[in-house]
């Protein structure tokens, strides 16, 4: 059973648009909540995170918003550019700590 | 800084082969684990350790094996190997603690044929 729904699973989008990913989650347990980008033949990395007692978290053009209430978290790409296009992975993390709990990935593509 | 090493990058393996696939890493990190990778499924845990001598299964554990000797080491098992085993095999390492980061290798492309 997926603990972290992931949507949509590709997304197209225009050089210079907004990229929007979004993924929900049941489990209260969970308190961190990171973004990984991954490129072709590559490892996931660490993109950008979140903790539950903020609403949202800016670094350059990847903003997180975190509605804590309706246990969603969303990954907006402002300005949406052609080296972004990748596949994104939310995740989440118990309180407990270490293990992750991926969604099952969305494949941005950004056309010039 | 190495990070996170896997060997080997691809392999091709008959089924009923066995194989093990290595992950090492340099960051003193107490926290490792195994995933694999299969479209529209994303990223599966295996099998994780907490630190030397402590394994425990993911969420896909069958069919693999792991142990933690030390540290640095990683290896996972792949008994007898099935079609089904085909995917992309990710080792990630990360410290203790939930504000963490994990660290992936590059991963090893699995054919089983």
């Known amino acids: 059973q997926q603990q972290v729904k992931q949507s949509p699973q590709s997304l197209i989008v225009q050089k210079g648009g907004i990229s929007i990913i979004n993924c929900a989650y049941e489990?209260?347990?969970?308190?961190?909540f990171p973004w990984y980008q991954q490129f072709p033949g590559k490892g996931p990395a660490l993109l950008i995170a979140?903790?539950?007692?903020?609403s949202e978290k800016k670094e350059g053009r990847f903003t997180i918003s975190f509605n804590k209430s309706a246990k969603q978290f969303s990954l907006h790409i402002m300005d949406s550019q052609p080296g972004d296009s990748a596949t994104y992975f939310c995740?989440?993390?118990?309180?407990?700590?270490?293990?992750?709990?991926f969604g099952t990935g969305t494949s941005l593509t950004v056309i010039p | 800084n190495a990070g996170v090493t896997q060997t080997p990058k691809f392999q091709v393996l008959k089924t009923g082969q066995s194989m093990t696939l290595q992950c090492a890493q340099d960051?003193?990190?107490?926290?490792m684990s195994w995933y694999r990778q299969d479209p529209g499924m994303g990223l599966r845990l295996i099998h994780y350790?907490?630190?030397?001598?402590?394994?425990d299964q993911g969420e896909v554990p069958n069919g693999y094996n792991v142990s933690r000797s030390t540290t640095e080491d990683f290896p996972l098992r792949l008994l007898s190997a099935a079609p089904s085993q085909t995917s992309v095999y990710f080792c990630?390492?990360?410290?203790?603690?939930?504000?963490?980061?994990?660290?992936f290798g590059q991963g090893t492309r699995l054919t089983v044929v």
């Open positions: 990630a390492s990360s410290k203790q603690g939930r504000d963490t980061e994990a660290f």
């Open positions: 489990n209260t347990a969970f308190d961190y």
């Open positions: 979140i903790r539950p007692d903020v």
């Open positions: 995740a989440a993390i118990k309180n407990t700590g270490n293990q992750f709990y």
């Open positions: 960051m003193n990190h107490e926290y």
């Open positions: 350790s907490v630190g030397a001598g402590i394994t």
